[in-house]
């Protein structure tokens, strides 16, 4: 009788435990999907912001057609990579980074461009949402780290693997050297 | 917290014991003061803190950039709703954070701060903030600074109450036969009137002083990069403006204490806050990345301690942490007439003022009393519409 209940015990604990390591790998989970929402929030910002930023640089910068055009094909082929996963579309986004980050270093060069209150307050608002992408691609990435160590170490690992927890991908923007920007007198 | 707790309840029971004979009534009238100024605290305290400092809410378009790094921060530490952002209308540089849970915060910072620091510098103030935030620092806070003034407020009652009516009754205690268990009861009582307050102040300016420590460590990893917050630490620290709206209640908020002698720089013996110089060396001895391992292994090397600050929970938790580099703006150099330009802009816009902008280029702002709908320009003298 005395060893029925310890069994039954022991059983409870284990149940318990497991709902419990559950529980938190769902929590988990969860908490990834929504730093996911947050970088494509910050993404989508960025996409709506070009076009803007295109259409008030255009009228100063007349000789820098191949630098807007960048910005534009970047920006184009990014929105079609929404739906591709972290690693694609990480690639794309990079490019797009890149291609912006050129535009801005030429934009130094135009002084009249500058004092532009517009094109001020564009680049207060773009500075900030490549801060936010990074910000929230950092903070993805961190829960990405606890949560792919939960699935990964025993004796969560289990659960993990009998109740099909997949590994998350980790999301990397890869931007190409900045390049000096070339300022030419002619 | 734990420990000022237990003293409230000590100083409780033996004055009680004295008083009224009864250690468990004792106990209950210093709970029931606890809870009553918790829950005012609770309910009212960042409404307080905020009235009292004068503080105006923004929002986006009022300050971009202080409005955006509230936001960047928010997003890299993770919280779940953006803290409301308020500028306080005072040259001294300084900023608090307040608000009893991560849903319903907020983040005040000065005018002062605004145009002394950029935006690399800014960020660090806002992510130790905000990490006051997450890390529930403000509710934590709250609570000990109601224990200590339940302690100091039981202290003072109980001290005139014995000063003025004690006589009567250790005669008649003495009469009744208790004589000796009376005196050491009195005895108990006195040294702990004296001592509890002292105590608790001091548990009070220990836990403060973690939390700051805590805050400047998430700081660090939240930006990514501790030369911000240290650079803002030495700009706040070489400042000798005096905050007009900080009380001693309030001061533990802020990013460095409020008080200093009128004249001279925040000096580095404060009760609430580590001493600066200590917390600008540990942040820039962080040399392999930014994380709470970092950090807790460049305070052990600067305050030649053999114990980290940050327990060994929080250091295991994240992996290697790269720091990432200046931002364009600070590589640039400084633009303090840029930034002043920016914060009294949105002061002006914030106290209802009008601009006016004329076509010969004058620009200039029109008090919220002005009700006619055309105005003379002071610069060309042409008439333009308000």
């Known amino acids: ?186 | 917290m734990g420990g000022m707790g237990v003293l409230l309840l000590l100083i409780g029971y033996f004055l009680g014991l004295y008083f009224l004979d009864s250690g468990t009534g004792g106990m209950i009238i210093a709970l029931i003061v606890w809870a009553v100024m918790n829950l005012v605290a609770y309910f009212q305290g960042d409404s307080i803190l905020l009235a009292v400092s004068k503080a105006r809410r923004i929002g986006p378009d009022d300050h971009p950039r202080l409005y955006n790094v509230v936001e960047e921060m928010k997003i890299a530490s993770g919280l779940e709703k953006m803290p409301d952002v308020y500028i306080v209308d005072d040259p001294a540089p300084n900023a608090f954070a307040t608000g009893r849970d991560p849903s319903r915060a907020s983040v005040a910072v000065t005018s002062g701060l605004l145009q002394r620091l950029n935006r690399d510098e800014l960020q660090g103030v806002v992510a130790h903030e905000i990490s006051h935030i997450k890390n529930r620092d403000v509710l934590l806070m709250a609570m000990s600074a109601v224990i200590l003034g339940s302690i100091v407020m039981l202290a003072w009652y109980a001290s005139r109450f014995m000063i003025f009516g004690g006589m009567t009754r250790t005669r008649r205690s003495s009469s009744s036969g208790g004589g000796s268990g009376q005196i050491i009861i009195l005895a108990v009582a006195i040294v702990l009137m004296i001592l509890a307050p002292i105590l608790a102040q001091l548990m009070y300016f220990a836990i403060s002083r973690k939390r700051e420590y805590l805050a400047d460590a998430s700081g660090a990893l939240y930006t990514r990069y501790p030369e911000g917050l240290a650079s803002a630490l030495e700009k706040i620290a070489a400042s000798t403006a005096q905050l007009e709206s900080a009380n001693k209640a309030t001061a533990p908020m802020y990013i460095v204490n409020p008080f200093h002698r009128k004249g001279l720089a925040a000096s580095d013996l404060t009760g609430t806050h580590p001493p600066i110089s200590a917390r600008i060396r540990i942040l820039r001895s962080m040399a392999g990345g930014a994380s709470f391992a970092d950090y807790d292994r460049a305070y052990q090397q600067v305050r030649s301690a053999s114990k980290g600050i940050i327990g060994p929970a929080a250091t295991a938790a994240v992996g290697v942490v790269p720091l990432r580099e200046a931002a364009p703006e600070t590589k640039e150099g400084t633009n303090e007439v840029k930034r002043a330009r920016e914060t009294s802009n949105a002061l002006w816009q914030l106290n209802d003022y009008k601009t006016v902008n004329c076509s010969c280029g004058a620009r200039f702002r029109i008090p919220p009393g002005f009700s006619e709908a055309e105005i003379k320009c002071p610069h060309c003298g042409s008439v333009v519409r308000v």
């Open chain 1, 1 to 186: 009788m005395l060893g029925l209940w310890i069994a039954l015990g022991v059983l409870a604990v284990l149940v318990i435990a497991l709902i419990a390591v559950y529980n938190g790998l769902v929590r988990l989970r969860n908490e990834v999907k929504n730093a996911w929402a947050q970088i494509d929030v910050q993404l989508k910002r960025r996409y709506d912001l070009i076009p803007n930023l295109v259409e008030t640089v255009k009228g100063y910068m007349k000789h820098e057609r191949e630098t807007l055009e960048a910005v534009t094909n970047a920006r184009t082929i990014a929105q079609k990579m929404v739906d591709a996963g972290a690693q694609a579309r990480g690639k794309a986004e990079g490019e797009l980074t890149s291609a912006l980050m050129r535009l801005l270093a030429v934009a130094e060069a135009y002084p009249d461009l500058k004092a532009n209150q517009n094109f001020l307050a564009l680049q207060e608002e773009l500075t900030s949402t490549e801060n936010k992408i990074s910000f929230s691609r950092q903070f993805y990435n961190d829960s990405v780290l606890k949560y792919n160590n939960q699935t990964q170490m025993f004796p969560s690992s289990i659960v993990a693997g009998m109740t099909g927890f997949k590994a998350g991908e980790f999301f990397e923007v890869a931007v190409a050297e900045r390049e000096a920007p070339k300022v030419s007198f002619s």
